[in-house]
């Protein structure tokens, strides 16, 4: 009889105690996946906004934007400026891979922390659009596209440029705006790494 009960206790604890190690190696488990996930999204954001700088510097080389194809019917001018305005492309294509792999792992992070981080990892493939979208404005801009009309011509130049090019000089809205989701990505990002550290 005792032997029994004491065999019953013995299972009793054995068992407590496996519970407890798969507990608590589950928790050790989702730590290690969440601080990993963390580590990687800080490396790739990084990255990501290296990529972008490079994008829009203002420094070019003679042999960028020839890679595009060209159309039959341009005129010299037109193939000029068309050239110019691929630098942007041609950039991105030589430095897409971290702003993709951070595209990718923003569904693995907003769906741990929540939707309200998504508009953080948008603002770095909106902010390439913007680039895009600026290249092209001051291409149309140089073939004529927008008449004589002198105010507009200036104000979309202005505009466009401070979004094509980086610029420490002045203020440099793509770049606050950029901080901002760096800042709160970031924030996030370490108070996880800094959880069991």
């Known amino acids: 009889m005792i032997f029994n009960i004491l065999q019953s206790v013995a299972i009793i604890i054995a068992s407590s105690v496996a519970i407890y190690g798969i507990n608590s ?5 989702k730590w ?16 990501a906004h290296h990529a972008i700088r490079i994008i829009r510097s203002p420094i070019g080389f003679s ?30 294509e030589r430095n897409k891979k971290p702003l993709e792999k951070l595209h990718s792992l923003k569904y693995r992070f907003i769906a741990l922390y929540g939707k309200e981080y998504e508009q953080h990892f948008d603002k770095f493939s909106q902010t390439v659009h913007k680039i895009f979208f600026a290249s092209d404005q001051i291409a149309r801009v140089k073939l004529g596209e927008y008449g004589n009309d ?5 104000d979309i130049m202005k505009e466009s440029r401070a979004d094509l090019y ?3 000089k002045y203020d440099d809205k793509i770049e606050k705006e950029l901080s901002v989701a760096i800042d709160a990505i970031e924030s996030k990002c370490r108070n996880i790494i800094g959880k069991n550290n």
């Open 25 to 29: 190696w589950r928790r050790e488990a």
């Open 32 to 47: 290690k996946r969440q601080y990993e996930l963390a580590e990687e999204i800080l490396a790739s954001m990084y990255e």
């Open 63 to 92: 042999n960028e934007g020839l890679s595009r194809t060209k159309s039959d019917n341009e005129t010299p001018q037109q193939t000029e400026v068309y050239n110019q305005a691929y630098v942007a492309r041609e950039r991105f």
């Open 150 to 154: 002198q105010k507009l011509i200036g």
């Open 166 to 168: 980086g610029s420490i």
